[in-house]
């Protein structure tokens, strides 16, 4: 949610409105906490990968959480980290 909300106010691509609802509806999904066991997986992937630490954090909550697919535009589209395949949606 932090990096949705970040990238949202930052480009402006959201209202303070439409950002509020967007929050409040993430906040329904599964989410983690920032733990050293998060932590020390997004280094181990960000070395694995040789990728920004922020993003390899990223997947790693999302391989936590059994997710397959994370959505993002700063990793390359349709590679696999881990567990997790990385998809552009804006492509």
């Known amino acids: 949610m932090a990096e949705f909300a970040s990238v949202c106010r930052r480009k402006h691509i959201l209202t303070d409105d439409a950002l509020d609802r967007w929050i409040m509806f993430l906040s329904t999904c599964p989410s983690l906490p920032v733990d050293d066991v998060y ?3 997004g280094v181990e992937l960000a070395r694995r ?3 920004n630490y922020f993003d390899a954090a990223l ?5 936590r959480l059994g997710a397959p697919v994370f959505y993002t535009e700063d990793l390359n589209h349709n590679q696999v980290y881990g567990s997790v395949r990385a998809v552009n949606p804006f492509l």
């Open 39 to 41: 932590v020390r997986a």
């Open 49 to 51: 990968f040789r990728i």
């Open 59 to 63: 997947l790693a909550a999302a391989e």
